[in-house]
């Protein structure tokens, strides 16, 4: 049985930082494409950032590029998502999803499993 588990949301003042973490279990780790999505209250669900399956290439959502940073290691079975100078706009339920075709990371239908959301709340 495939399980993503989030963790690292909390409440947050702007400009402050968090990392959470995806611990997966039931696949096999390093033959799968990760990602990071949120959702808004009253908004789709939004990709924010991903990282390849093999080469560690990675990729953003523009509005975070240069605040957040993904990361795996496939030893622990885990991905991270570093995020720094974080802004209200960056307040949602996040998921970490795992990929294994070779279509895009950006859209939410091509990912196989995810993870049940770790609330994030960045105060202003």
């Known amino acids: 049985q495939v399980q993503l588990v989030e963790s690292g949301g909390g409440l947050v003042q702007a400009g402050g930082s968090l990392r959470l973490s995806c611990a997966a279990s039931g696949v096999t780790f390093s033959r799968y494409g990760w990602g990071w999505f949120r959702q808004a209250p009253g908004k789709e669900r939004e990709f924010v950032a991903a990282i390849r399956w093999s080469g560690g290439r990675t990729y953003y959502y523009d509005s975070v590029k240069g605040r957040f940073t993904i990361s795996r290691d496939n030893a622990k079975n885990t991905v991270y998502l570093q995020m720094n100078n974080l802004e209200p706009e960056d307040t949602a339920v996040y998921y970490c999803?795992?990929?294994?075709?070779?279509?895009?990371?950006?859209?939410?239908?091509?990912?196989?499993?995810w993870g049940q959301g770790t609330q994030v709340t960045v105060s202003s």
């Open positions: 999803a795992a990929k294994s075709s070779i279509s895009n990371y950006y859209s939410v239908e091509n990912y196989d499993y």
